[in-house]
């Protein structure tokens, strides 16, 4: 385990092995003030495909925010974040194809059923053919619900519905702001696994949560800000 300075921010790596891919995400000389405080400053990362950040941190230290300028919704007062070498903002359709993003709210319509919201996810990315709308409904727990509104459900059965557009898009990038919120130990256990098949795929994930990772045989890179 590697521990190393990073301005006001600490790096831990956890040792395991990338995944042989092209793939890169980078982060140059991050800094973010809000209120007059800054939030993070001399962030620096680079992952490789199959790679994971987790970003750990008191509440308000920048967490959600670091993960809203990784997918372009807030803009750095300094640095860039590159896809593969090139800057995001100058490849902004490129890079939003490969990305996946799930926030604090679950991005999902409370007026429509589970399988109607996984339908338009479809319809609005680039879709992972061999995974159908219905076989993600089985995975996350909620195969007997496909016709279900989502103003229906339980605050984790709405994550695991969030967490089931993952297994039908086609991204490289996951970035995942608390996946663990309002989850049962089941469903910690299928974030991890989720986690585990996407790096196994050559895929990046960063998170921001507290909860204690045990992902084996991938390399995980801690942040705390």
């Known amino acids: 385990m590697h521990n190393m300075s990073l301005g006001a921010n600490e790096t831990v790596t956890r040792p395991g092995e990338a995944v042989n891919t092209t793939d890169c995400f980078t982060a140059n000389e991050l800094e973010y003030t809000r209120n007059d405080t800054v939030l993070f400053s001399g962030l620096n990362f680079k992952l490789y495909g199959g790679e994971m950040l987790q970003i750990q941190g008191a509440n308000g230290s920048g967490k959600t925010s670091l993960l809203r300028i990784l997918c372009g919704l807030t803009l750095p007062d300094a640095g860039e974040v590159f896809w593969n070498g090139i800057n995001v903002h100058k490849q902004s359709y490129d890079y939003l194809k490969d990305l996946s993003y799930i926030g604090h709210a679950n991005g999902v319509k409370n007026e429509l059923t589970t399988l109607e919201n996984l339908m338009v996810a479809r319809a609005m990315s680039v879709p992972k053919e061999k995974v159908s709308n219905i076989a993600a409904l089985e995975r996350v727990g909620l195969a007997d619900y496909e016709n279900t509104q989502v103003r ?12 089931a557009r993952l297994m039908i898009t086609d991204t490289r990038i996951w970035l995942l702001d608390e996946p ?3 989850l049962d130990d089941t469903g910690k256990k299928l974030v991890k696994e ?3 098949e996407h790096a196994a795929t ?5 998170f921001a949560t507290h ?4 992902v084996e045989h991938f390399k995980i890179t801690i942040i705390t800000l």
């Open 152 to 163: 229906k459900l339980s605050s984790g059965q709405r994550r695991r519905l969030a967490l």
């Open 180 to 182: 663990f919120t309002a």
């Open 194 to 196: 989720l986690l585990s």
């Open 202 to 206: 050559g895929g990046i994930t960063l």
């Open 211 to 214: 909860e204690p990772m045990d």
